[in-house]
């Protein structure tokens, strides 16, 4: 007889990052997800399978308190020393200096299940005027196919510069199937940059305006995300708050052939809690349902719905 013995977290060298560890953990104790999920549930923990699966790929980090209560509740989970985890983690990462002058703004880990994949791709374009732009309305149209697959979302965006010399707004496009769209056109702007990253579905563009704006000025972009032949299957959009927003329109429009039984507006103050349903949406004549509100405040806000 053969035997062999899994590491633990505090097997795993002092040096290695907090990621390495938490799946070392998890292998030693013999838990899915689902049940470390589970586990934080009786302790009345709220932690996303997501942002579980997220912590331990290295694809973002918890840094939250919250996020920091529930790692202190996995160490005792997972039967691991005290601080083997939390120590792991370092200091938070900081912020852009003008997302600490916009009052309420989050950062990416915040509202982005992967927001180290969005901060990579920011960086090869050379960090774009981060929290100089304030949304004056967003406006978007999600389309759904006949096969209960993404078509396209088109969005149109009014925006002010809150300084002299902004001149782009980078837009992302996030699919957790790790499916990338095309960038099917633009108005209003020209698209310059764009970078993706396959395994963790993103795609960023830079849209460059037509000149440099002054403090004060407004302008308009619109772009188009679209699918052809290999297309997601969908049950929801969500848009990325970072900033506060005047207004936000999302309309998602179905096809006639594939009509949802249920649609639901939900919200999430950020990607640590889980969505929660707002209202119930009702499906008008022309296929479409939609959310329409004002003073957004930074979050996730979207729209889901249920097939059967």
């Known amino acids: ?53 997220n912590w331990q790929r290295g694809r973002c980090r918890p840094e939250r308190s919250h996020s920091l209560h529930a790692v202190r ?100 496009h996030y699919n957790e199937l790790g499916l990338l769209p095309e960038l099917r056109g633009t108005a209003y702007c020209r698209a310059g940059r764009t ?5 963790d579905g993103v795609t960023a563009v830079e849209l460059l305006f037509e000149r440099p704006l002054e403090r004060g000025e407004t302008t308009v972009v619109e772009y188009e995300f679209g699918y052809g032949e290999h297309a997601p299957l969908t049950t929801f959009y969500r848009r990325w708050f970072r900033f506060p927003a005047h207004d936000y329109l999302l309309q998602v429009q179905f096809d006639a052939a594939a009509l949802p039984a249920r649609c639901y507006r939900d919200w999430q103050p950020n990607v640590s809690t889980e969505p929660t349903d707002l209202q119930e949406l009702r499906l008008t004549g022309w296929h479409t349902a939609h959310l329409a509100d004002v003073d957004i405040r930074p979050g996730v806000h979207g729209v889901r719905w249920e097939w059967d």
């Open 73 to 172: 509740a996995l160490e005792q989970i997972l039967g691991v020393p005290e601080d083997s985890l939390v120590s792991r983690l370092g200091p938070p990462r900081p912020r852009g200096r003008w997302v600490r002058h916009v009052p309420g703004a989050l950062p990416y880990r915040e509202v982005c299940p992967v927001h180290a994949s969005v901060d990579r791709l920011l960086e090869q374009i050379d960090g774009p005027c981060d929290g100089r732009l304030e949304w004056l309305s967003c406006h978007e149209r999600f389309r759904v196919g006949p096969d209960r697959r993404e078509v396209g979302v088109h969005t149109r965006l009014v925006l002010r510069a809150l300084a002299d010399g902004v001149d782009r707004h980078v837009a992302l």
């Open 1 to 53: 007889m053969t035997s062999t013995t899994r590491p633990a977290a505090a097997d795993v060298p002092r040096a290695a990052p907090f990621d390495e560890a938490l799946r070392a953990a998890i292998r030693a104790r013999g838990l899915s997800l689902e049940r470390l999920h589970a586990r934080l549930a009786d302790r009345g923990i709220r932690v996303s399978l997501a942002s579980l699966s």
């Open 195 to 199: 970078r993706t990253d396959r395994p």
